[in-house]
């Protein structure tokens, strides 16, 4: 009997490794999607990066969905462009969005790599900015109380 | 638009308190007599002061005309029963009272026999008033009914609801005697039956079962139903309002850009309001099955002197507008809702039919304010 709860033990954290893998790799398909509409379409491009948004709890793989969002939002940086994009999500995507500007803005992996070419405060902002106006402080209350949160 | 900033900019030294004067420094709860004349209030604090209005909405015209002290700690609800007559309070010294207006012209308390060890948070009269509800910190919700050989109310905990946290809101369903919907800051909304064999012979929904079972993101912090029954709303502290269709079982969940709300009331089967921290009742609006958010009832257009002209409310934008680019923030005048502070309590004031056509809010910035439900309607479509 004891070697069969050793075996459950193992089995749930084999799960949660399968399902961490399974939410890397549609990351992968995200990521090569979103790079696909980057240069055409820049609504199409940000509606692909917000799709389907992790629910592994596993930070590193949070860290990456939010890089292939931040692809995106660091490609337009003009603001009136930023204000036409946000304009063009539902509520949802707004949402959505809201909670990885500010997983963007942890940074917290770029600090430890070292690797500030990739990070731009400013730009993060700017959507913060336009995202709030557009949005509401219900989306940030939404980020917060969101214990699934991208 | 960005008339929901307004919470983070309300000043109290511009106050326009000679427009909408205030009752008190604080009220945590109030409820309307059945022919709307008087009114009973919690200024915060452990006691209820019944005031007669005679129809007017300046609160220095009216007189009050008792006083009820016998609660220990601050009373958080009040319930009047429009038929009988009775008030019903509920304090967190864990006790509630049924008050009686006597002969003498004075009401009378009887102790209700809730058996909680923790506050009672919220109580509710049925439809046919012949019992209530009370929701407490105990986790439990108590329907009491009154044992006329003992001359007491009596009340009976449902024991088989597992709530795993405090009762915030409860509201009957007004069709039968029976339903009662509750919400907790367990993130839960349920619907759970209160029949009891002694005063109801049919048993549509048995004592102390969960019909149905909603889960939100945030504290559920009220429940209500439409006038007909047929919608349950409960507004959650995640900023979204929730709605059932209670004949498909169906929920829809509507996003809100504002503060979360704390109160709701359905002003028909097709528009409800919702008011809490962001100062100001906001509606919604039914489209087949879908609710959608109109807009807030108060944009803040009130100024010390003013008449509420738009040309204010249009320079108001301008600055957050220059705000936004420059990045400073000099503001001179704060958008100034009609109330200051989070509204904490929303009734029905006037009906037309089932419809509610005026309700009131109160607030713990002091002020019991009246609101036309057409002009919320208006108001909000801007």
Same mark, same amino acid.
């Given at each position: 009997?004891?070697?069969?709860?050793?075996?459950?033990?193992?089995?749930?954290?084999?799960?949660?490794?399968?399902?961490?893998?399974?939410?890397?790799?549609?990351?992968?398909?995200?990521?090569?999607?979103?790079?696909?509409?980057?240069?055409?379409?820049?609504?199409?491009?940000?509606?692909?990066?917000?799709?389907?948004?992790?629910?592994?709890?596993?930070?590193?793989?949070?860290?990456?969905?939010?890089?292939?969002?931040?692809?995106?939002?660091?490609?337009?940086?003009?603001?009136?462009?930023?204000?036409?994009?946000?304009?063009?999500?539902?509520?949802? =995507?707004?949402?959505?969005?809201?909670?990885?500007?500010?997983?963007?803005?942890?940074?917290?992996?770029?600090?430890?790599?070292?690797?500030?070419?990739?990070?731009?405060?400013?730009?993060?902002?700017?959507?913060?900015?336009?995202?709030?106006?557009?949005?509401?402080?219900?989306?940030?209350?939404?980020?917060?109380?969101?214990?699934?949160?991208? | 638009?960005?008339?929901?900033?307004?919470?983070?900019?309300?000043?109290?030294?511009?106050? +326009?308190?000679?427009?909408?004067?205030?009752?008190?420094?604080?009220?945590?709860?109030?409820?309307?007599?059945?022919?709307?004349?008087?009114?009973?209030?919690?200024?915060?604090?452990?006691?209820?002061?019944?005031?007669?209005?005679?129809? =007017?909405?300046?609160?220095?015209?009216?007189?009050?005309?008792?006083?009820?002290?016998?609660?220990?700690?601050?009373?958080?609800?009040?319930?009047?029963?429009?038929?009988?007559?009775?008030?019903?309070?509920?304090?967190?010294?864990?006790?509630?009272?049924?008050?009686?207006?006597?002969?003498?012209?004075?009401?009378?308390?009887?102790?209700?026999?809730?058996?909680?060890?923790?506050?009672?948070?919220?109580?509710?009269?049925? +439809?046919? =008033?012949?019992?209530?509800?009370?929701?407490?910190?105990?986790?439990?919700?108590?329907?009491?009914?009154?044992?006329?050989?003992?001359?007491?109310?009596?009340?009976?905990?449902?024991?088989?609801?597992?709530?795993?946290?405090?009762?915030?809101?409860?509201?009957?369903?007004?069709?039968?005697?029976?339903?009662?919907?509750?919400?907790?800051?367990?993130?839960?909304?349920?619907?759970?039956?209160?029949?009891?064999?002694?005063?109801?012979?049919?048993?549509?929904? +048995?004592?102390?079962?969960?019909?149905?079972?909603?889960?939100?993101?945030?504290?559920?912090?009220?429940?209500?139903?439409?006038?007909?029954?047929?919608?349950?709303?409960?507004?959650?502290?995640?900023?979204?309002?929730?709605?059932?269709?209670?004949?498909?079982?169906?929920?829809?969940?509507?996003?809100? +850009?504002?503060?979360?709300?704390?109160?709701?009331?359905?002003?028909?089967?097709?528009?409800?309001?919702?008011?809490?921290?962001?100062?100001?009742?906001?509606?919604?609006?039914?489209?087949?099955?879908?609710?959608?958010?109109?807009?807030?009832?108060?944009?803040?257009?009130?100024?010390?002197?003013?008449?509420?002209?738009?040309?204010?409310?249009?320079?108001?934008?301008?600055?957050?507008?220059?705000?936004?680019?420059?990045?400073?923030?000099?503001?001179?005048?704060?958008?100034?809702?009609?109330?200051?502070?989070?509204?904490?309590?929303?009734?029905?004031?006037?009906?037309?039919?089932?419809?509610?056509?005026?309700?009131?809010?109160?607030?713990?910035?002091?002020?019991?304010?009246?609101?036309?439900?057409?002009?919320?309607?208006?108001?909000?479509?801007?």
């Amino acid at each position: 009997e004891k070697k069969k709860k050793t075996l459950n033990i193992m089995s749930s954290v084999e799960k949660k490794e399968a399902a961490i893998a399974e939410a890397q790799q549609k990351i992968e398909e995200r990521k090569a999607k979103v790079k696909n509409l980057l240069g055409s379409d820049a609504l199409g491009a940000l509606k692909a990066s917000l799709e389907d948004p992790p629910k592994v709890s596993d930070l590193d793989t949070k860290r990456k969905s939010a890089e292939v969002v931040g692809e995106v939002l660091y490609k337009n940086t003009d603001k009136d462009d930023i204000e036409k994009l946000i304009n063009g999500l539902n509520t949802k =995507e707004q949402d959505i969005l809201m909670q990885y500007l500010y997983r963007s803005m942890e940074a917290a992996h770029i600090i430890t790599n070292n690797d500030w070419k990739q990070y731009n405060s400013a730009i993060l902002f700017r959507w913060h900015a336009t995202l709030l106006s557009i949005a509401g402080v219900g989306s940030i209350v939404r980020t917060i109380s969101n214990k699934k949160s991208a | 638009s960005l008339s929901w900033f307004s919470h983070t900019h309300n000043m109290s030294f511009n106050s +326009p308190a000679s427009i909408f004067p205030v009752l008190y420094s604080v009220i945590s709860c109030h409820a309307w007599n059945g022919d709307r004349t008087q009114v009973a209030v919690c200024p915060g604090n452990s006691q209820i002061h019944v005031y007669e209005t005679n129809g =007017e909405q300046d609160v220095k015209k009216w007189k009050k005309i008792h006083e009820l002290t016998d609660h220990d700690h601050l009373v958080t609800c009040i319930d009047w029963a429009p038929k009988t007559n009775r008030i019903l309070s509920c304090s967190q010294d864990r006790n509630a009272y049924v008050w009686d207006l006597g002969e003498n012209g004075k009401w009378n308390p009887s102790l209700v026999l809730l058996r909680i060890n923790r506050a009672a948070v919220t109580c509710k009269w049925s +439809p046919e =008033e012949n019992k209530f509800a009370v929701g407490s910190g105990a986790k439990t919700i108590t329907v009491c009914y009154f044992e006329s050989d003992q001359n007491w109310w009596v009340g009976k905990p449902t024991k088989k609801v597992r709530f795993r946290s405090t009762v915030l809101s409860l509201a009957w369903q007004p069709t039968n005697n029976q339903v009662l919907a509750s919400a907790s800051s367990d993130f839960k909304c349920r619907v759970i039956g209160a029949h009891l064999k002694n005063l109801e012979k049919e048993k549509i929904a +048995p004592f102390s079962k969960t019909l149905q079972e909603y889960t939100a993101e945030g504290w559920v912090h009220d429940v209500a139903f439409s006038p007909s029954g047929k919608y349950l709303g409960f507004v959650s502290h995640n900023s979204t309002l929730t709605v059932v269709n209670m004949d498909t079982k169906e929920a829809v969940s509507v996003p809100y +850009p504002s503060l979360p709300a704390t109160r709701l009331l359905f002003l028909s089967d097709d528009n409800v309001v919702i008011a809490g921290h962001s100062y100001s009742p906001e509606l919604f609006t039914r489209d087949g099955d879908n609710w959608v958010y109109k807009g807030r009832c108060d944009h803040g257009q009130y100024k010390a002197g003013g008449t509420g002209n738009r040309s204010s409310v249009r320079s108001a934008f301008m600055k957050f507008q220059k705000i936004d680019s420059v990045g400073t923030q000099n503001i001179g005048h704060a958008i100034q809702t009609r109330h200051e502070n989070s509204i904490n309590g929303l009734q029905v004031y006037k009906k037309d039919g089932d419809n509610v056509t005026e309700f009131t809010s109160c607030g713990i910035d002091g002020r019991l304010l009246f609101w036309e439900a057409k002009k919320c309607i208006d108001e909000a479509k801007l």
